[in-house]
């Protein structure tokens, strides 16, 4: 079950948050100081920690950091609230994974909230994927070893350990394969996608050209895994990937950011731009069909768009189209905003 800590001085926004939160699957603590939301740190395990920016003694900035530091290499998601917008950037930069802005709404409290659920679980996976690529390099590494052994001391099984090395790199290439590459949707891994934003963030500053970005969602995707298993969510995972990939330009790129989200990279192109491409595979989507016990299933998918500014951190640019997408959700689903 996942673990929610909400900090909040002020007492009838904790009892708000906590009254979105019943009844949605989660176990929740409430502290109404920094100071009690250390001792929930020593003596529970969070896995999201709603902190509101006017906390002191310590601040937000310092619990925050104060849970980085202890949740090392571990699964963690951090909130902001605070009824300034213009702090969204500050607080991205201080370490927080969202922003909700005072006054809470419900419906917006309880979306984002999911959302780092998703995103929590996603973490969950890249760590195991991380693991799975360290135990598979240190086989990697024994193999290659048990070839050397042999080609030293055996030179008259030269035959032998030719095949054996043919069979290594090819491992090597599998497993190069699965390190940066989505097994289900076929698309960028989420390390991978980070890696590439980087490199393409680090283009556009240095060539002074634009570069926009795509978040997408499938819509009520929680739907077809209740109801159709989730095989069949699966099988709509693969099928957008596969989508994405026939329909992007050669230079684009596209990854899953976790669950149902991805995110496209489309280098050298203007939001307006960008949004004639979102729209162009918004369309596509629609002519998907799944089927699952002889029932046909379409699904649609709502985009945000947003275009990289110079001076931001990738976290920022994300969170706003990230915000972008969430808009389009709220106006109906199956369309796209633009930042």
Known sequence: MTRILLVDTHLEDLEFMQSCLEGEGYQVFAAESSCEALNFLKSEEINICVISLDVRDPSWRELAMEF???????????????????LLNESLEGGADDYIQKPLRKLEFQTRIKASHIRLRSEVRLYEEREFYRQAVKQEEELASKILDRHLHLKQTLEVVEGEKEQLEKTKEELEHIAKYDMLSGLLNRMSLFTLIDIEIERSRRTNTPLSGIMMDIDHFKFINDNYGHPVGDLVIREIGMKLQGTLRKYDHAGRYGGEEFFLVLPNTYKDQA?????????????????????????????????????????????????????????GRNQTCVD
């Open 68 to 86: 980085r530091k202890q949740y090392f290499q571990r699964p963690l998601q951090i909130v902001i609230t605070a009824a300034r917008k213009k």
């Open 275 to 331: 949004l004639i491409i979102a729209e162009r595979f918004r369309t596509a989507i629609m002519d998907c069909r799944v089927e699952a016990e002889g029932a046909v299933i379409t699904y649609t998918a709502s985009l945000g768009v947003a275009q990289f500014q110079k001076m931001e951190t990738r976290e920022a640019w994300i969170a706003r189209a990230d915000s972008a997408m969430y808009r389009a959700k709220a106006e």
